[in-house]
Nanobody, 126 residues
Framework: QVQLVESGGGLVQAGGSLILSCAASERRFSGNVMGWFRQAPGKEREFVAALNWNGDTTDYADSVKDRFTISMDNAKNTVTVYLQMNSLKPEDTAVYYC?????????????????WGQGTQVTVSS
């Protein structure tokens, strides 16, 4: 069974940085799309960032543009997706989920993604 395992969450002060990682258990996502979503308490899950397999297409939520960067390491036998988060704000506090889409088009809709990780908590204090 395919698994996506996130790591790197934690508590950070406003203005700080964190990097999240998502390791895929197998390389079946070759040629497809990987993304990050987040969900704050009492809110809907929302898109954060996504990229296609070769990295030439990326998309970001307006709220994280110029602060977050998504990247992928697919050169090895496993696939790892990263989310570098800089200039963090208290409103970035949420559970962050890694997701994989078994198609080639980068989309922002959660329903378009086929596999999900268990989530990692990010808390930004003011």
């Amino acid at each position: 069974q395919v698994q996506l395992v996130e790591s790197g969450g934690g508590l950070v002060q406003a203005g700080g940085s964190l990097i999240l990682s998502c390791a895929a258990s197998e390389r079946r996502f070759s040629g497809n799309v990987m993304g990050w979503f987040r969900q704050a308490p009492g809110k809907e899950r929302e898109f954060v960032a996504a990229l296609n397999w070769n990295g030439d297409t990326t998309d970001y939520a307006d709220s994280v543009k110029d602060r977050f960067t998504i990247s992928m390491d697919n050169a090895k036998n496993t696939v790892t997706v990263y989310l570098q988060m800089n200039s963090l704000k208290p409103e970035d506090t949420a559970v962050y989920y890694c997701a994989a889409r078994l198609m080639t088009r980068v989309l922002k809709v959660a329903d378009a993604y086929d596999y999900w990780g268990q989530g990692t908590q990010v808390t930004v204090s003011s």
